[in-house]
Structures are given as C-alpha cells and as structure tokens.
C-alpha cells in the first residue's frame, strides 16, 4: 500500500511538472511566433491585426508536438531533482523503495500523455495547421500594393503539357497542395524557349488547369499586365500535387494511412507519410525514453554536488538524441532508410542509454 501511494504521488508530481513546463514552453513559442509574424507583415497594411494573431496562434500547437520530447526530458530532470533537494528521494530510499519504483511511475505518465498526443492532440494540431496555412495563402502568401511578396523559396515543382512546360514556385501551401499563396510560374515553349513569367496571389488547382488569382503576367513580348483571373493548363493530377507541396505533418495520424495509399496508387513515393505515421505510433515510446534519460542524470543526491554537470549532460543527451533524429529523418525521407528504423532508432538509443545508466547507477 505504501508502494502504490508513493507511486501515485511521484505520478502526479511528474504530470504536473510535465504540464506547467509544456504550457511555458507552448507560451513562449506563442510569443516568438505573434512577433516574427508582425515583423513579416509590418508592411502589409492590409493584413487585420487579428489575421496575425491567429495564424500564429494555429500555428503554435504543431510546433509544440515537435518539441514535446525535450519537455518531457526537462519536466522529469526538474521533478526528479525537486524531490531530492526535498530529500524526499532520501525518505523514499531509507523507506526500502528502489529508483526503478519511483521511474515506473513517471515512464507509465509519459506512456500516456504520447499516447493522448498521438491520438487526441496531434488530430488538433493538424488542422490548426492547416487553418493557419489557409490564412496564410489568403493574407499573408500574397501581393502587398508594391508587388508579389515572394521570397524565391518555398515549394517547386515542374510540368509538362501539350503547349510546352512550365515550373510553379509558391511560398505557402494549404489543402495539401491543392491551394498554394505566393505564386510564380516560368513558362516554356517545347523547344525549352522562355515565353513568360507570371506572379500570383494564390492559386487553386482545378480539372487540368491551376486557377490563378490577382496575377501580372511578364512576357517577353509585351509590356506586364494584370489579371484577377488567368487560367494555366496543367497535367498534374491532385496525387501529384499532393507529393510536391504536401506536409506530412498537416496530416492528422487518422488520415496518414489514406494518403499513403493514394500515393502508392498514383506511382509516387509516400516515405515522408510513412515516416510520419511510424513516428506518430513511436511518440509514447520517445517520452518514456526521455524519462529515463532524465532520470539517469538527475537522481543523485544534492549534497554530493555535481547538480549542474548532471543537468548539463541531461540537455546533452537530449540535443544528441534530436540531432539523430533529424539525420534518421532525412535519411528515410531520401529512401536511404527504412521508416519504421528511422521512426525507432531514437526510441531504441535513447531508451537504452538511460536504462544502461541507471542500471550501473542503482545496481551496479
């Protein structure tokens, strides 16, 4: 009985240190976001406040999920390290209460709130991204009164039609491609010969064709003009598309198995949803190992010192285990590597390493 008491307490501590540094944390981005995207529009005068504010509000819960790991790792180091400069850690121990009875409880927390995040939160996240994506096509992707804010980065793609060929750049992407915000296409003869360039607002993809809105056409013939409406005939099927400018993470985990299917269908590869969905699944995993990498260097005693070097290792390890798993990631996204390797690799190390520790720690 006291053993379960313990652990429903070390549970809950850990949760609620998990939750008030994930709402800091969600805070802060909050913030860095809402004055990033001021100064980007502070020479769109026709961009409402509360456009702003709300695309990167949308925006803020996606970029959260990225970093949950690391708030899982930094949530469980200050737990840990809380309850031994309480020297409740001390009590626990002289109690007969090993350090595996007290990780359990806060790996068991982790296992639930990845769990809660791959199938409650990360549906959410999603379509707030997207929401914000939307707005960002229709106010922010487009053409201030002194031209196309188009930066020459963003999303490329190339096509091919009976009239000659064509390359479409956009900035921002919504629908999964469907609709883009920042548009510029170059168009070519089918001997290769430049014929114009055009810049758009936004553009929407329609049966064969793309559907450009508030476009100026540069052609080598004539002087610039403007068009609300100009029609480019297109071959690209909606898959395609879909390849080119789609974000895997836009994609809701429930929705991830119907867009691999659809790109295998089309003859296109789906290793970013695959990546995508195998992460998703491996994210309950992912936490726990944080635990046990932040309990490996954060139940020492305060009174033998080396707090700071224990902390400091701590946010090492976690810096490492992202690294490799923004290598493994691009890795699979290349096909260099198999997804489900990718998506687990950092489970497995991470994992492992803090298991390796505490058992030469506590038992060795």
């Known amino acids: 009985m006291v053993t379960g008491t313990l652990g429903r307490y070390f549970g809950l501590r850990f949760l609620v240190t998990a939750i008030l540094v994930f709402v800091g944390i969600l805070s802060l981005v909050a913030l860095i976001e809402y004055v990033e995207l001021m100064r980007k529009t502070s020479d769109m005068p026709n961009v409402p406040a509360v456009v702003v504010a709300e695309t990167a509000l949308f925006r803020v819960p996606q970029i959260a999920e990225r970093i949950m790991p690391f708030s899982v790792l930094v949530a469980a180091m200050s737990c840990y390290l809380n309850l031994s400069r309480r020297l409740e850690l001390v009590v626990a121990r002289a109690a007969g209460i090993s350090a595996w009875q007290f990780v359990t409880p806060a790996i068991v927390v982790a296992l639930l709130l990845g769990l809660l ?73 089918n001997a290769g010969h430049f014929l114009q360039r055009i810049e758009a607002r936004s553009a929407e993809l329609g049966q064969g064709v793309w559907q450009l809105s508030d476009a100026r056409i540069y052609a080598t013939d004539a002087p610039p003009r403007d068009a609300a409406e100009y029609s480019l005939k297109t071959s690209l099927t909606a898959a395609q598309v879909r390849e080119s400018f789609a974000t895997p993470e836009t994609v809701p985990l429930w929705d991830l198995p119907m867009y691999i299917e659809l790109a ?23 936490l726990a190992a944080m635990v046990l990498l932040a309990a490996a260097v954060s139940l020492r005693f305060f009174r033998f010192g080396g707090v700071q070097k224990m902390v400091l290792s701590g946010v090492a390890a976690g810096f490492l285990l992202y690294v490799l798993s923004k290598v493994t990631d691009d890795l699979s996204k290349a096909e260099l590597m198999h997804p489900i390797a990718s998506a687990w690799m950092p489970v497995v190390v991470g994992g492992l390493t803090g298991l390796v520790a505490l058992l030469y720690q506590e038992d060795g």
């Open 264 to 286: 295998k269908n089309a003859g296109l590869g789906a290793a970013a949803y695959r990546l995508q969905f195998h992460k998703l699944i491996a994210r309950p995993f992912v």
């Open 117 to 189: 995040a791959t199938v409650l939160y990360n549906p959410v996240a999603a379509a707030l991204q997207e929401r914000s994506q939307r707005l960002e096509v229709e106010y922010l992707g487009g053409r201030a009164e002194s031209g196309v804010q188009n930066n020459g980065n963003g999303f490329w793609v190339r096509q091919i039609n009976a009239d000659g060929q064509s390359i479409v750049n956009a900035t921002t992407s919504s629908d999964q491609g469907v609709r883009l915000g920042g548009v510029t296409v170059f168009t070519y003869d």
